[in-house]
Structure formats: structure tokens, C-alpha cells
């Protein structure tokens, strides 16, 4: 067990909604990753968040934004939701020591099933 | 950017037996990460072993080990004496920096399944 924890744990929406997936780190860590992982594939980073803050971000359009909270837990909202947003989305909690700390371990939580119909 | 491929989409081995799962890598970076994670059918990610760029030993954790060759940019997984729970998906990752963070470029997998 990681101590990574992620809610809820399965989503059905409809096209064109808004979701909110939340994580809460592992204890002592400061900061999270999301990542999308569509059947059959490897996970894709979405974002990362340092100590509040957008700490790099991957190929997904603006409406994947997300939050990070002052204990370092963490909120993923998708707006306008498409059928391909259907997938598994990971949070990873890691412990940053600075930028470019080349020493990181990411640990990932259960992850949430979201399903868009 | 980076890449990550894995070869064998599926491998099949049995109880007691050593298996090795290929990951081979792309960068042009000196300094890089290499993880390898499990993701059984219940979807979690379960982080099993890194190798840093600059160690000189290859990374063991238990029954896991890398066989890391950086000239030939490989760092494959063993396995050594499998068992039953061992069946999942492997993922073979690479940490690349975004510029002040890090983020995981992972290959495409490999389905393992262990047998009596």
C-alpha cells in the first residue's frame, strides 16, 4: 500500500459534463502527478503539481486543469467531456526536493475509471 | 523527447522459473531514470525497481532486478523464481524533466502470466 488515495473509484458521465477526481498524497510527500491511461496503453502524463503550483504539463488541451491544496492533496477536473476522455486516470505522489531533483519516485494511488457515454 | 518500447506484448512462464521482460530507450539526456511498475487487473500502478543513470551496479529489489546496459540503451526486468501473483501488466518507464518537475514517459507493456 502506497498510501495514495484516490476518489471515487469508478464514474459514469455524459458527453459534454464536467468531472472532478480527487487524490490525497502519501504522507510526507509534496507532490502529484495525474496521468491518463486508456485501455490497452501506458499511462500519459496530463500535469504535475509542486507545493501548489503547475509544474509542467503534457499534450492535453486546457480543459484538463487541476488544483493542489495546502496539504499537498490534489482535485483533476476535465470539462467538456468527450467519449475519448473514457480511461483509467492515475495520481502519483512523490517527494520533490527541488527542481530537477533527479532522485524521485513516483508512487501511484488505485487510480479512477471514468467512463463517458 | 523520450521513448520507451517494449517488445513482447505477452509472455508466458512458469512457476519457479526466471523471465525477462525487454525495455529498450530513447534520450538524449545524461542524466535519466529508469522504473519499472506492475499494474495487476485492479488498475494500480505498484512501483517495483529504479535505475538511476550514473549507478554503476545494476538496481536488485528482492526477486526484482535490472539488467541495465546504457550503451546499448536497454534496462531490461528479471524475475527471478515467478509465482502465480506475479501475473500483471509490466510497464518499463523513463523520468524526463519538464523544466522543474518530472514526468513519466512509459512504454506500451507487457502482459505476463505465470503458470503452473
Known amino acids: 500500500e502506497t498510501g495514495v488515495t484516490q476518489s471515487p473509484t469508478h464514474l459514469i458521465k455524459t458527453r459534454g459534463q464536467q468531472v472532478t477526481l480527487r487524490c490525497s498524497s502519501q504522507?510526507?510527500?509534496?507532490?502529484v502527478s495525474w496521468y491518463q491511461q486508456a485501455l490497452g496503453q501506458g499511462p500519459q502524463f496530463i500535469f504535475q503539481?509542486?507545493?501548489?503550483?503547475?509544474?509542467g504539463r503534457g499534450n492535453f488541451p486546457p480543459r484538463f486543469s487541476g488544483l493542489q491544496f495546502p496539504n499537498y492533496s490534489s482535485e483533476l477536473n476535465v470539462n467538456a467531456l468527450e467519449l475519448d476522455d473514457s480511461a483509467l486516470y492515475l495520481c502519483?505522489?512523490?517527494?520533490?526536493?527541488?527542481?530537477?531533483?533527479?532522485?524521485?519516485?513516483?508512487?501511484f494511488g488505485p487510480g479512477t475509471r471514468l467512463l463517458v457515454l | 523527447a523520450q521513448k520507451i518500447t517494449q517488445t513482447q506484448p505477452g509472455m508466458f512462464v512458469q512457476e519457479k522459473e526466471a523471465v525477462t521482460l525487454d525495455c529498450t530507450y530513447d534520450?538524449?539526456?545524461?542524466?535519466?531514470?529508469l522504473f519499472w511498475y506492475k499494474q495487476p487487473s485492479s488498475g494500480e500502478m505498484i512501483f517495483l525497481i529504479y535505475?538511476?543513470?550514473?549507478?554503476?551496479q545494476n538496481a536488485t529489489e528482492g526477486r526484482y532486478s535490472l539488467n541495465f546496459q546504457k550503451a546499448r540503451k536497454s534496462a531490461n526486468l528479471v524475475i527471478s523464481a515467478s509465482q502465480l501473483g506475479d501475473s500483471a501488466m509490466y510497464f518499463c518507464?523513463?523520468?524526463?524533466?519538464?523544466?522543474?518537475?518530472?514526468?513519466?514517459?512509459f512504454g506500451t507493456g507487457t502482459q505476463l502470466k505465470v503458470e503452473l
Open positions: 502519483a505522489s512523490s517527494m520533490l526536493r527541488g527542481s530537477g531533483d533527479s532522485a524521485e519516485t513516483q508512487y
Open positions: 503539481y509542486y507545493r501548489e503550483e503547475e509544474n
Open positions: 535505475q538511476g543513470s550514473y549507478d554503476e
Open positions: 518507464a523513463m523520468r524526463e524533466s519538464t523544466g522543474g518537475g518530472n514526468k513519466l514517459t
Open positions: 534520450t538524449s539526456d545524461q542524466s535519466y531514470g
Open positions: 504522507s510526507g510527500h509534496n507532490t
